[in-house]
């Protein structure tokens, strides 16, 4: 069943809450949405053993949709969690967070008191925006801005829209894209509860970040997997490879 709740900002975000056990929060990645959770079965899997909380974020599924920049303000996206968390009166909770959702565990666990361990999956610590990220957000705006402004001057009826291989509204691709680059740069050693961080080898710039950040990591205390053949999309459906992993980390640290 979907649920809602209201944003300090009055945005609208839809999550569902199944399960008994501690409560654990699954957080999707851009381009995706708490359904997928469903469809990849990690809330069958979890559910036993958890309180499991998916949640849309902020431009996905059945949330509001916001246009504007200011609206992915990493402070808005976290106090939108938060939000939902409050709704359940889940005042202590575990945050699985994939892609844009891995990036809001690792703030979320460097900012609030509330979450008691994180898994971080396919992104790095440091800049919100790394290089390779940001050519990509550089592209997409090259291609994709004329478009939607094009798109958004037609008159009511026109049936041209803009589309993209990543599902869902153009426009709000862009405005986070572009509120992403004014996030604050965020160590591992900032995070102030048990961290896992997952990487697939195929994801080729986080795992090369992870290599070559290693011992930083082990030395801030966070727990770093490595899956052998997984590229990014891969980190969220290849469930049997993935999900034992954390599982097992959740497992000894939260529960």
Same mark, same amino acid.
């Given at each position: 069943?979907t649920l809602f709740v209201y944003s300090p900002d009055g945005t609208r975000i839809?999550?569902?809450?199944?399960?008994?056990?501690?409560?654990?929060?699954?957080?999707?990645?851009?381009?995706?949405?708490?359904?997928?959770?469903?469809?990849?079965?990690?809330?069958?899997?979890?559910?036993?053993? *958890?309180?499991?909380?998916?949640?849309?974020?902020?431009?996905?599924?059945?949330?509001?949709?916001?246009?504007?920049?200011?609206?992915?303000?990493?402070?808005?996206?976290?106090?939108?969690?938060?939000?939902?968390?409050?709704?359940?009166?889940?005042?202590?909770?575990?945050?699985?967070?994939?892609?844009?959702?891995?990036?809001?565990?690792?703030?979320?666990?460097?900012?609030?008191?509330?979450?008691?361990?994180?898994?971080?999956?396919?992104?790095?610590?440091?800049?919100?925006?790394?290089?390779?990220?940001?050519? *990509?957000?550089?592209?997409?705006?090259?291609?994709?801005?004329?478009?939607?402004?094009?798109?958004?001057?037609?008159?009511?009826?026109?049936?041209?829209?803009?589309?993209?291989?990543?599902?869902?509204?153009?426009?709000v691709y862009l405005a986070c894209f572009q509120a992403m680059r004014t996030w604050?740069?965020?160590?591992?050693?900032?995070?102030?509860?048990?961290?896992?961080?997952?990487?697939?080898?195929?994801?080729?710039?986080? *795992?090369?970040?992870?290599?070559?950040?290693?011992?930083?990591?082990?030395?801030?205390?966070?727990?770093?997997?490595?899956?052998?053949?997984?590229?990014?999309?891969?980190?969220?459906?290849?469930?049997?490879?993935?999900?034992?992993?954390?599982?097992?980390?959740?497992?000894?640290?939260?529960?």
């Open positions: 069943m839809a999550y569902d809450c199944i399960g008994t056990g501690p409560v654990l929060m699954l957080l999707h990645g851009l381009g995706t949405e708490r359904r997928d959770w469903h469809r990849h079965g990690y809330v069958e899997r979890l559910k036993d053993a *958890y309180t499991v909380i998916t949640v849309d974020l902020r431009g996905a599924g059945d949330s509001d949709h916001p246009q504007e920049i200011e609206a992915y303000s990493i402070t808005k996206l976290t106090a939108d969690v938060l939000a939902v968390a409050d709704a359940c009166g889940a005042e202590r909770f575990a945050i699985w967070g994939y892609s844009l959702g891995g990036n809001l565990a690792r703030y979320l666990g460097a900012w609030s008191a509330r979450p008691h361990a994180a898994a971080v999956i396919g992104v790095p610590f440091g800049p919100a925006v790394p290089p390779a990220l940001d050519r *990509y957000i550089t592209e997409f705006e090259e291609k994709w801005k004329p478009v939607v402004e094009a798109a958004l001057g037609k008159p009511a009826g026109a049936k041209e829209k803009p589309k993209s291989k990543i599902k869902g509204n153009i426009p604050p740069d965020l160590e591992a050693s900032a995070v102030n509860c048990p961290t896992l961080l997952l990487v697939g080898t195929k994801n080729k710039d986080p *795992y090369a970040w992870v290599r070559a950040n290693r011992p930083a990591l082990e030395a801030a205390g966070v727990q770093v997997e490595i899956i052998q053949g997984l590229n990014h999309p891969q980190e969220l459906t290849k469930i049997d490879q993935v999900f034992p992993v954390v599982r097992a980390f959740f497992d000894q640290h939260y529960v």
